[in-house]
C-alpha cells in the first residue's frame, strides 16, 4: 500500500469534527489515472489527493469513483500540509494564504460541481431532517444568526458521486455510503456566491467552515485543518 496522510479539514475550535481525507504526497509514484482511481476507491474517503509536484502544489483530485477537476475541502488540507502560496488543479490556480489557525483558499463558484441549495426556516428544522431519497445533491441550510453571517448546514450527497471525467462518464456513479457530508467546501462556495456576503457556517455535527466573497466572482474559504495520522 502506497503511503498516504490522513487530515481532517473544517474541524471546529476544539479540534474535533471536520471531514477526513487522505494525501498521497508521492502522487508521481502512481501516474496512471486508473491506478489513482482504484486506490481511493480501497481507502474510501470522501476524496483523495495525490500530489504530483508539492514545490508547484500541483495536485489530482478522486472521490472513490470519479476525478474532479477541484473540491473544497481537498484544496484547503492539502494547502496546509504543503504549506505552498497556491495549487495547480484541472480547474484552474488556487490561491492560498495561511492566517494562525486557519487555512484558506481562493476559489470560482464555476468549479464548483451543482448542488441544490435548499434554504430552510430554522436551524431546529435543518437539524431534524432525515436523509432525503437519492439521486439529488442538496446542501440544506438556514440562518442562525442573519446580521452575523452565522449559517446551519448539512449535506447530502445523495449516493450520487460529483460530476468529473472518469471511466463512469458522469454524474451517475454511486459512491457506495456516504449519506451525510460533514464539511463541503464546495457547496459552501456556491452559498457564498449566491448570498453575496462572508458566512461562518456550522455543517453536519459540528464542522466550522468561514467564506468571503473577494473582487471579480472569487471566494474564499478557510477552516482548521487537523493531522489525524
Known sequence: MTDYDVLRVFCAANGGYGN?????????????????????????????VFV???????????????????????????????????????????????????????ARPEWAPPRTLRQYATAAEVDALPVPPPGEWIYAWSWE?????????RAFPGRIDERGDS???????????IEEDEATGAAALLLTARLGRALNITQGVGSQILTAPQPEGWVEIGGRVILER
Not at 481525507?21 to 483523495?48: C, H, Y
Not at 444568526?145 to 448546514?153: L, S, V
Not at 471511466?167 to 455510503?177: E, I
Request: charged letters at 25%.
Open 20 to 48: 477526513e481525507l487522505g494525501v498521497v504526497r508521492n502522487g508521481s509514484l502512481i501516474p496512471a489515472q486508473d491506478d489513482r482511481q482504484e486506490l481511493a476507491a480501497k481507502l474510501g474517503f470522501s476524496e483523495t
Open 52 to 106: 504530483d509536484d508539492p514545490e508547484r502544489g500541483a495536485i489530482d483530485i478522486y472521490t472513490p469513483t470519479l476525478r474532479l477537476p477541484f473540491a473544497g475541502h481537498p484544496c484547503v488540507g492539502t494547502a496546509w500540509l504543503l504549506d505552498v502560496p497556491e495549487l495547480v488543479t484541472p480547474a484552474g490556480t488556487v490561491g492560498v494564504r495561511l492566517d494562525g489557525e486557519f487555512t484558506w483558499i481562493e
Open 145 to 153: 444568526d442573519e446580521a452575523a453571517g452565522r449559517i446551519r448546514a
Open 167 to 177: 471511466r463512469s462518464s458522469g454524474a451517475g456513479a454511486c459512491t457506495g455510503d
